[in-house]
C-alpha cells in the first residue's frame, strides 16, 4: 500500500473515531512497579515502573526510559523504538497484549514508593499524546513517518501544532523529518577530504530540537549531539551529549564514551 493511501486510511479511521474519542479518557497518571509474574509467559522484561506523570522505567537487563500513555484501561509505552502495549485487569495487574510482552502478566509490587516528579502533567499533555499515537499510526515514529510529515500538508500541520501545544514528542518528531528532508543528510556520504568541513545548522531544525529540550524531552538532546556531529561539529556533539548524560539519558553516555574512544585512537597515529 502506498504512502498516499495509508494515510488516507488513517485519517478517514481518525474522522470516523472521533465521536467515539471524546468519550475515552486519557491519563498519564499511573504510578507504581509492575513486576513480571513468573509463574506466567516468560520474557525478557522484568519490570515496567510508572512514575504518575507520563515516563515509565523499563528494566530488562539494564534500565531505559520511555512516555506511557493510559487510554481507559489501555497503557501504551514508548521506548526507542515501537510500543509496548497492556491492558489493565485490575489495579494490580497489567496483561501484556503486543508482541513484545504478549501474554505476560505484570503485578503491582506491594508497599512500593515511586516519587513523582515535581513537573507533572494533566488531561491535557494526556490527549495531546492521544492525538499524535493516532497520527504516526499507532506506533513509534518512523523513517515512514517522516516521510509522510514531508510529504502531507495536513500531517505537518498537525505536528506543527501539537509542537505549538507544548507536546515535546511533536517537536523532535518536527526536527527529524526536516533533517531527512535537509542538504546536510548527504554530509553523511562525505569523503575522508570532506570530514573535516563544518555545515551550518539549519535554524529551523535547531529550534525544533531546542523547543523539545526545553519541554524535558531526553532524546532530543541526544539527536542534537547527532545532528551536530553529522555537521561536522564534535566539540558541540560532545557538550551536547555530556549534558544529556548528566540528565541520565543512557544513549547520551553510550554515544559520548564511543566518541570518546574515537579521539583517543586517533591521537594514537
Given at each position: 500500500m502506498n504512502i498516499t493511501k495509508r494515510l488516507?486510511?488513517?485519517?478517514?479511521?481518525?474522522?470516523?473515531?472521533?465521536?467515539?474519542?471524546?468519550?475515552?479518557?486519557?491519563?498519564?497518571?499511573?504510578?507504581?512497579?509492575?513486576?513480571?509474574?513468573?509463574?506466567?509467559?516468560?520474557?525478557?522484561?522484568?519490570?515496567?515502573?510508572?512514575?504518575?506523570?507520563?515516563?515509565?522505567?523499563?528494566?530488562?537487563?539494564?534500565?531505559?526510559?520511555?512516555?506511557f500513555l493510559q487510554i481507559d484501561d489501555t497503557i501504551i509505552i514508548y521506548p526507542d523504538k515501537s510500543i509496548f502495549v497492556f491492558l489493565k485487569k485490575d489495579e494490580q495487574t497489567l496483561v501484556g497484549i503486543n508482541t513484545w510482552v504478549k501474554d505476560q502478566v505484570f503485578r503491582k509490587m506491594e508497599n512500593d514508593?515511586?516519587?513523582?516528579?515535581?513537573?507533572?502533567?494533566?488531561?491535557?499533555?494526556?490527549?495531546?499524546?492521544?492525538?499524535?499515537?493516532?497520527?504516526?499510526?499507532?506506533?513509534?515514529?518512523?523513517?515512514?513517518?517522516?516521510?509522510?510529515?514531508?510529504?502531507?500538508?495536513?500531517?505537518?500541520?498537525?505536528?506543527?501544532?501539537?509542537?505549538?501545544e507544548g507536546f515535546p514528542k511533536a517537536c523532535l518528531t518536527m526536527a527529524n523529518a526536516l533533517m531527512l528532508n535537509s542538504p546536510a543528510l548527504a554530509s553523511l556520504f562525505r569523503s575522508p577530504d570532506e570530514?573535516?568541513?563544518?555545515?551550518?545548522?539549519?535554524?529551523?531544525?535547531?529550534?525544533?530540537?531546542?523547543?523539545?529540550?526545553?519541554?524535558?524531552?531526553?532524546?532530543?538532546?541526544?539527536?542534537?549531539?547527532?545532528?551536530?556531529?553529522?555537521?561536522?561539529?564534535?566539540?558541540?556533539?560532545m557538550k551536547m551529549l555530556e549534558k544529556g548524560c548528566e540528565l541520565g539519558h543512557r544513549e547520551c553516555c553510550y554515544s559520548l564514551l564511543g566518541l570518546e574512544i574515537s579521539s583517543e585512537e586517533s591521537s594514537c597515529f
Amino acid at each position: 500500500m502506498n504512502i498516499t493511501k495509508r494515510l488516507t486510511i488513517t485519517l478517514l479511521l481518525t474522522l470516523c473515531c472521533i465521536g467515539y474519542a471524546y468519550t475515552q479518557e486519557y491519563s498519564v497518571s499511573l504510578s507504581g512497579t509492575f513486576q513480571l509474574d513468573t509463574t506466567s509467559e516468560k520474557g525478557p522484561y522484568d519490570a515496567f515502573v510508572f512514575d504518575g506523570a507520563g515516563k515509565a522505567g523499563i528494566h530488562a537487563f539494564g534500565e531505559s526510559k520511555g512516555d506511557f500513555l493510559q487510554i481507559d484501561d489501555t497503557i501504551i509505552i514508548y521506548p526507542d523504538k515501537s510500543i509496548f502495549v497492556f491492558l489493565k485487569k485490575d489495579e494490580q495487574t497489567l496483561v501484556g497484549i503486543n508482541t513484545w510482552v504478549k501474554d505476560q502478566v505484570f503485578r503491582k509490587m506491594e508497599n512500593d514508593t515511586i516519587i513523582t516528579p515535581m513537573q507533572t502533567r494533566g488531561p491535557d499533555y494526556a490527549a495531546q499524546f492521544y492525538e499524535f499515537y493516532t497520527l504516526t499510526n499507532r506506533d513509534a515514529p518512523s523513517l515512514s513517518t517522516y516521510m509522510s510529515i514531508n510529504m502531507d500538508s495536513s500531517l505537518n500541520t498537525a505536528m506543527k501544532r501539537l509542537c505549538d501545544e507544548g507536546f515535546p514528542k511533536a517537536c523532535l518528531t518536527m526536527a527529524n523529518a526536516l533533517m531527512l528532508n535537509s542538504p546536510a543528510l548527504a554530509s553523511l556520504f562525505r569523503s575522508p577530504d570532506e570530514e573535516n568541513q563544518k555545515m551550518a545548522p539549519d535554524k529551523e531544525i535547531f529550534d525544533y530540537y531546542m523547543k523539545a529540550i526545553e519541554l524535558n524531552e531526553l532524546d532530543a538532546i541526544a539527536q542534537l549531539g547527532a545532528y551536530f556531529l553529522m555537521l561536522g561539529h564534535k566539540e558541540e556533539a560532545m557538550k551536547m551529549l555530556e549534558k544529556g548524560c548528566e540528565l541520565g539519558h543512557r544513549e547520551c553516555c553510550y554515544s559520548l564514551l564511543g566518541l570518546e574512544i574515537s579521539s583517543e585512537e586517533s591521537s594514537c597515529f
